[in-house]
Structure formats: structure tokens, C-alpha cells
């Protein structure tokens, strides 16, 4: 089915970079989840009428909720579609999340109403009446979702879209809501205890906890994130595949929708080749990670003593003392400047984000310490910093 709707609804619907074949993937997704929600809407609202339930209602209109979420995605995805513009020159992508953070605040709200609802109900309990008809409803309702779950994930996997997969999360959360409400409707017809109430309390927690999920996930990319390891490895990998390029850090990447991304880098060169050769390299890597990667990428160079035996041997040295104090440590940016009684090595050290402020004070006289017991002579000048990388939890 969903293969079905994809190639009838989406014009080349392959080429998943196009910015307007990802709108009519969005459109798709919304008017499907609009009309799929009012149905369930329609149809849980009238079986909680039936059967006096509140977390059978609370169900229904958090299905109400969704088909307004599923109208808010639409009008994000359109809106994120739009070209960059002079008021705009990055694009119009983080609309998207906006309007996954609306999505998410509807939720939380429909979540709170029937917290208050439940709560209610539980003061004030009334008797269930059994229907096997709609039973049956609800049950052809956990069957609509589960697939319309499985159908947002698999668009929003498929276009890296926060939106679908938000609506996919909210999907598969209504599944296990609607099965407790079953539940608590089933118990009540075998055992006469009304546990109503208390179920729709659960459930409204469920909603509730859902659309914290979905804020927490959109307001990562609106404040800043990390990169991710995979995409760190592969802008590194591309930049260091070019001849003329020794290595390279500092890698930062600037999120501006899920179809558009800004990158700076530091490119570690050679210091005895001619400036403009290794400018002619950078600008055809710049270019070729627009065209393959689609990233505007801008590159840093860095000048690097490769045929310095002295500089590479202190090097390797001052990187084996670093892993002594703690395996995570990185350097680079390494330099000598000599004297007559001293020697200044600078370098720059990236350092876990788990280092508190007094971790680094004394991470500061760790190095000091190791690199002096080298050579007396040695001074450091290091700067300490911390990665853009996501680390492991």
C-alpha cells in the first residue's frame, strides 16, 4: 500500500534530494494522517459515547489532535520548500521542526485536558456498558494506526524528515493507548471493577510523555547538535581522500533543515608545497562536496611540517604522554618555536565535554607536567577545547 501511494502521489519519487519531491512526500503523509485521524476520530468518539468511557474518548480526541498535527505538517512541509530568498539565504528548512514542535506542544495540551478528565472520572466513577461492535472499531483502529505508523516511518526514514517521524512515534504510542483502553473496557464487562479512570489516567501520561519525546528530539537540531559520528567520518574521509591533504579537524556542521547543511574544516597541508597548489586543492574539494555530499563546505588550511623529522618525533612523543593522562585526548595544530633556553610547543588538545571546568585545570598541569619531564626545556603553549563530535553515552 504504501509503495502504491508513493509511486500514484509522488512525482520521481527516487530522487529523494529534490526539495520538491520531498514536499509532495510531505503532502502525501499529511493528507493520508488527516483523513485517516478524523476517521478514527469519528469513529472511537462515537464508541466512547456508547459505552460512557473517558479514556475511549480521551483516545478519540487525541486522534483529533493528530489530524491537526497531520494539517500543521503539511503547511511546515510546504513552507520548508520554499527556496532560499534574500531575507532567507539559507533556505527554509527549519520549519520543518518548528512545526514538529507545534505538533508536539498539541500533544502535550491533549494530554493535560484528559489528565483532568481521568482524574474526574476517577472521583466520580460511572458504569461501562459492553459492545461488541465497538470493540470492533477499536479494534480495526489499532490496525489503522499500527500501518499509518509503519507508513510515516518508512517516508520519514526514507526523506530524513523529523515531522513524519515524530507522527510516526505518536502512531505507534496510540496503538499501546488504544489497547489499554480495550483493556480496561474488557476487564470491566468480566469483572464489574471500573478501572475506566484509572486507564485514561495512563493514557493521558502516554500522550503527554510522547509529545515531550517529540519536542525534546526537534529542539536538538533548532539549538545544536553534535555531528553525527557517521556523517564526522564521512565529510573527513572525502577530504582526506584528495591528494595533497594530510589529515584534518575542528569539523563543524551547521544543520539548516534535513535538506540543507553548512560545514566548516581545518585541512591539514603540506608547508613546503606552493600556497596556491594546495588553494587549488581545497577549492575542488569545496566544490566536489557541494556536488556529491550537498554540503557547503568551507575549508581552513593548516600548514603542517611533514618533512621535519625533529617536529614529527616530538609530535608522536607529546600524542603518546597525552594517551597516558586519558586515551579520549587528541592534538593537532603542532608547532615548535625555539630558543636558546626554551622550547615552546604549541598545540591545540580536544578534550571529552564530561571535563568539568576543574577537570581541565588540572588536565592543563597533567600535560604541563608530562611534556616538561620530556625536556626541561619544553614550555607548552596548549589550548584546550572540546569536540564537535557526538560522543557515546
Known amino acids: 500500500m504504501t509503495e502504491l501511494l508513493v509511486r500514484k502521489f ?5 530522487n529523494t534530494d529534490d526539495s520538491r519531491v520531498r514536499t509532495d512526500y510531505g503532502v502525501l503523509t499529511s493528507v493520508v494522517g488527516i483523513l485517516c485521524n478524523v476517521l ?13 468511557s473517558v479514556s475511549v474518548m480521551a483516545d478519540a480526541f ?24 534574500r531575507e532567507h539565504p539559507f533556505g527554509h528548512g527549519r520549519i520543518e ?15 493535560l485536558t484528559f489528565f483532568k478528565s481521568s482524574l474526574d472520572k476517577i472521583r466520580h466513577p ?44 505518536d502512531a505507534l504510542g496510540d496503538v499501546v493507548t488504544t489497547l489499554a483502553t480495550m483493556g480496561s473496557i474488557l476487564f470491566f464487562h468480566f469483572t464489574q471493577i471500573n478501572i475506566d479512570g484509572f486507564v485514561g489516567l495512563l493514557v493521558s501520561l502516554v500522550v503527554m510523555w510522547a509529545g515531550i519525546g517529540i519536542a525534546r528530539d526537534t529542539l536538538e537540531p533548532l539549538i545544536g547538535q553534535p555531528v ?14 584528495y591528494d595533497g591533504i594530510l589529515g584534518s579537524h575542528d569539523l563543524i556542521v551547521h544543520n539548516y533543515g534535513p535538506t540543507r547543511s553548512l560545514a566548516s574544516i581545518h585541512a591539514e597541508v603540506p608547508n613546503d608545497v606552493d600556497i596556491e597548489t594546495s588553494h587549488e586543492i581545497i577549492d575542488r574539494i569545496e566544490r566536489d562536496a ?55 610547543l604549541i598545540f591545540d588538545v580536544v578534550v571529552p565535554h564530561s571535563y568539568s571546568d576543574k577537570d581541565m585545570t588540572q588536565l592543563h598541569l597533567d600535560i604541563v ?18 569536540g564537535y563530535i557526538a560522543e557515546d553515552s
Not at 615548535?336 to 633556553?341: A, C, L
Open 228 to 241: 553525527d559520528p557517521k556523517l564526522y567520518r564521512e565529510i573527513s574521509e572525502f577530504v582526506e581522500s
Open 290 to 344: 557541494a556536488r556529491k555530499l550537498g554540503i557547503f563546505l568551507v575549508i581552513h588550511m593548516d600548514p603542517v611540517a611533514v618533512r621535519d623529522e625533529r617536529v614529527t618525533e616530538l609530535k608522536e612523543q607529546v600524542t603518546a604522554e597525552l594517551k597516558k593522562i586519558d586515551e579520549r585526548l587528541s592534538l593537532h595544530d603542532f608547532r615548535i618555536v625555539d630558543g636558546e633556553q626554551q622550547i615552546n
Open 40 to 52: 478514527l476520530f469519528a469513529g472511537k468518539l462515537a464508541v466512547g459515547m456508547v459505552m460512557r
Open 97 to 111: 521542526y518548528i512545526a514538529a514542535l507545534v505538533v508536539a506542544f498539541l500533544v502535550i495540551q491533549v494530554g
Open 369 to 386: 607536567e608530562k611534556v616538561s619531564g620530556l625536556d626541561p626545556r619544553y614550555q607548552c603553549v596548549v589550548t584546550l577545547e572540546n
Open 62 to 85: 487525541n486522534n483529533l489532535s493528530d489530524a491537526a498535527s497531520s494539517v500543521i505538517g503539511f503547511v511546515g512541509v510546504k513552507m520548508a520548500g520554499k527556496p532560499a530568498d
Open 126 to 169: 460511572e458504569d461501562l456498558s459492553f459492545d461488541l461492535v465497538s470493540m470492533l472499531i477499536l479494534t480495526a483502529s489499532v490496525a489503522v494506526k499500527l500501518w499509518l505508523g509503519r507508513f510515516n516511518k518508512a517516508l520519514g526514514k526514507r526523506i530524513n524528515s523529523s515531522v513524519m517521524q515524530a507522527a510516526a512515534a
Open 10 to 14: 509522488v512525482k520521481n519519487y527516487q
